[in-house]
């Protein structure tokens, strides 16, 4: 697992390439930032004895070229910053644009088991947490190691035999470490999918807040709640417990490591291996070495925790994409809207059959109801036409090809839906209605008015500027249902697939939405889920599904003669929602 995450950062690593100018002149200046500390340290060796003399004029010589050494070291410091700052923050933002994408292409149903909440955490959180690794790395850690080899460099050229001793504590400090490192990075997973199902729950209770509150469910949430922060406070705490004990452990060892050198030093010059002007520049450079080892334990437990992040990313990238279009894939000349299923069978889990060797074959034009109980597979159906799933065993056709031989988006271009629940993204009812496609105003225009939308969007001061709120909250449910409407016929799909809404609207919305629904299907092959009588009267062929079987097949008129199934479900269900 480990293995594969640092994998992953070499892979982030490779996204630098693109920005090498920048990184190369960022290591130039870090190099002169790094370089200065020795100096420093010399600069200081001057300095002590010519204080401890009362050498003034001395003091302020060396004081002023350690002034200007300061003010390099800074500026290199400054535009080692400014230039690797930005390359930093592109891989991030290429991080998550990658992972939006492949977010775009991954399998719906895979999407689907993760909650909004969760997904949106990862696509920040986590994101962001990874780019400030990448950027600490870059930024922080790089240097302080750089400074580390530089300064230790420095007291091995003052006293090889003194260093050497000193050497004996880095592996100590390094193992202790590491050992945090490792428990650090299990506890910021843990507390990070906390903060997820945290995000999940606050996700599904924003959603479905006017639903708790008709139900006067508020404490059974807020309870729900609490158990959730709850969970996250303790994840929370065990994280912070182990920094708060690293921190201590290492700087006692630090410590130590210094007073060691401070006796060891003395006990040199004693027997005249060292002079007092080298043993204070020791001291210095010794002393600068605090700082970026206590940088670099401080990274290193960041990059634990940004390991932990990339790990939730990487899971996301690692569901099953949709299926991908064919190389040479076939393009639609003048479709008629033929659909053919062939001895179809399809299971999610490949166990359980959802789909049952089903044949059907809906020609250009016809009107196709779909009818039978819940679960029986019509929205499997629709989901196998659109392509988002393949059967494993059987074939479906479009015009003849079969629907793997053509382009997905064609297809759906092709095929439009209009879902029972309208989703609207924010935008005004004009982007609501493109949904991403470039369209005239006429047409625009033009598929409102089949769907029956067009008057009640004049109706609006804005017109189709109106801008439509979060979930479209703004809009009525039948004028929502005419704006999806709208939104499917805009292309001049050959098929539109209809599920139609159980909920029911008031008969004068319903009636509306009912005469957008019928000019809509003229000149197109409709494949409806039918919850409504007139719907199914009115169908060509009426297929009833159950268990993934066709029970009965015919017309209105032929299932009702038959006394099948379809007449027994008329009686129970569609009998009670039919129309007047
Ligand atoms: P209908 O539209 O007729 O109500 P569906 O096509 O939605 O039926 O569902 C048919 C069966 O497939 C049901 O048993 C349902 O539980 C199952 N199912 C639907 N979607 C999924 C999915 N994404 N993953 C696993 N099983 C699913």
Known sequence: MLNKSEAGFRKLIELLKPHHRKIIWGFVFMLVYVVCWPLLAWLAGQLIPAIGKGDLSKVLVVITQALCVFLVQKLAQFFQDILLADPSLRISQDLRQNLFSKLQKTKLEAVEKLSTGDLTYRLTEDADRVGEVIYKTIQDTTPCALQLVAVYGYMVYLDWQLSISTLFLAPIVAVLVSKFGAKVMIAAEKSQNQVSELAGLLGEAIQGLP?????????????????????????????????????????FIEASGILTVLALGAARIQSGGLDSKGFSSYVAALLMLIDPISHLTTNFNEFKQGQASLRRLKAIENEPLEIEDEIDAIKLKNPKGDILFESVEFSYDNKNKVINNLSLTISGGQIVALVGPSGAGKSTLFSLILRFNKPQKGNIYFDKFPIENLKSSELRTQIAIVPQTVVVFSGTIYESICFGRVATKKDVIKSATIANAHDFIMEFPNGYETRLEERGVNLSGGQLQRIAIARAVLGNPSVLLLDEATSALDSEAEASVQLGIKQAMKGRTVVVIAHRLSTVQEADQIIVLEKGTIVDKGTHDDLINMKGRYRELCEKQFIRNADP
Request: hydrophobic share 45%; net charge positive.
């Open 211 to 251: 639903l708790v509150r008709a139900f006067a469910a508020e404490e059974w949430l807020q309870q729900r709640f609490n158990q959730q922060v709850e969970l996250h406070r303790k994840a929370r705490y065990q994280n912070l417990r182990l920094l708060a004990l690293q921190h201590p452990v290492i700087g």
